[in-house]
């Protein structure tokens, strides 16, 4: 009998590579990365700073040794929540995302027995993000997607949304929400 495998669905990642990647479609959002240490580095999208970002986020080596000390033989991979760019231009934003997925699979093409992925979408614009999601499931083998809380203010229920959620149940997605913007966070501060 096989032993269960402990397995990581809360893993952002974003590698240098995409980073210079993304820099070069959208030079003003591209994400930036000043080092604080060696653990951790101020990581900048569209011109708004976030800190700290941990070395393993986009660092493989560091990534791989806090998977052996935490003790977890796979991780679910999605790109982190500051480049879901729900406040840019639609088209930008799935150039983006397309980028970030591509990368995504990239990584677990390298390391198929340590990563599973999720797509990021541009759920600002609800049918490029379906058909999105439909090719980073068919072409990419990506297992579903990560999505914000809200899209920029609109909350998910919202019917403009349908494409998003018909393309999901068609392909039978995973889909994590993650927490961005949330109402009230001024109050969760501490």
């Known amino acids: 009998m096989n032993a269960a495998k402990t397995i990581d669905i809360h893993a952002h990642v974003l590698t240098e590579e995409t980073m210079r990647l993304l820099r070069k479609e959208a030079p003003k959002v591209g994400p930036r990365l000043q080092r604080i ?20 986020a986009f660092d493989l080596e560091r990534r791989f040794a806090d998977m052996v ?27 983006c995302a397309r980028i970030q997925n591509d990368q995504i699979a990239k990584l677990i093409g390298q390391y198929p027995h340590r990563f599973l992925g999720l797509a990021t979408l541009p759920m600002q614009a ?13 072409a990419l083998g990506l297992r579903g997607a990560m999505i914000g809380s809200n899209v920029d203010g609109t909350n998910l229920d919202d019917p403009g949304l349908e494409p998003i959620w018909a393309a999901a149940a068609e392909l039978g997605a995973f889909i994590l929400v993650h927490p961005v913007k949330v109402a009230g966070a001024d109050r969760l501060r501490s």
């Open 37 to 56: 240490d060696d653990e951790a580095a101020v990581l900048e999208v569209a011109g708004n700073p976030y800190r700290p970002f941990p070395r393993g």
């Open 126 to 138: 609800p049918q490029l993000a379906a058909d999105e999601l439909d090719r980073a499931m068919r």
């Open 69 to 95: 000390a935490g003790e977890v033989d796979v991780q679910v991979v999605s790109v982190t929540p500051q480049t879901l760019l729900y406040d840019q231009e639609a088209p930008l934003a799935a150039a």
